[in-house]
């Protein structure tokens, strides 16, 4: 059941065992005696008392019919596990309804079976399974879910990378072949600076303030204090 890939491995005992036992109770029931037929309509028809308007030969053929084709879904992987759930848990909420409005199968004032109620209580166990294989997670849902996680995850990492890649590239223009920020405002300076000297050599000032003109008419060793272009 589980090559096909619609049925987990923990579903297959509980899908086997629940199928094969309903499966041979219709198919038994299919062909039971008037006795039969009536006791169980009997105790049918007490909670379900639209069950009156059909006879017990009759019931007792819709109920084999019914627990054979639920018995079939669940034995059959080709049913969703959630949809043979699903049906399960009808058939035996139906069960446990009849198992609590049959006087004689409840002991007074409790949920505990009498002696007669034994083999009704236990049908309780199919609607636990039944519940368990409605409620298991879609398979097909679990693996989308996994692919988004795997998905992101991957986008992560390849943006961990690329800020990697940024931030080495930006500290190779701070450190190495390109000047970083810093080193812009540092050759910006120097060219001021240049542009600077050269505005004042062309107008023939020293960068101690004297003109070529001025030294040239007074001679090198001229006193600085003496001349009144330092007054």
Known sequence: ???CGKVKAWQVPLRLVTGAFILHSGMEKWDGPDEQAQ????????????????????FLKLLAAGEIALG??????????????AALTGFAGSLMAVYAQTPGLRKEGSVWPTPDGIGVSKDSWLLAIGLALTLSPHQKHHKHVKHIKHAQHVKHVRHAKGHGGCHKHHCHHEQGGHPGHHGHLKQAKLVAREAKEARRLAKGVSPDGHSHHHAHRHGPGHARKGCPAHH
């Open 1 to 3: 059941m589980s090559g």
């Open 39 to 58: 006791g169980v309509h009997g105790m049918a028809r007490q909670t379900f008392p639209f069950l009156e308007n059909i006879d017990a030969p009759r």
């Open 72 to 85: 079939a879904a669940l034995l059959t992987p080709m049913v969703p596990t959630r949809l043979a759930g």
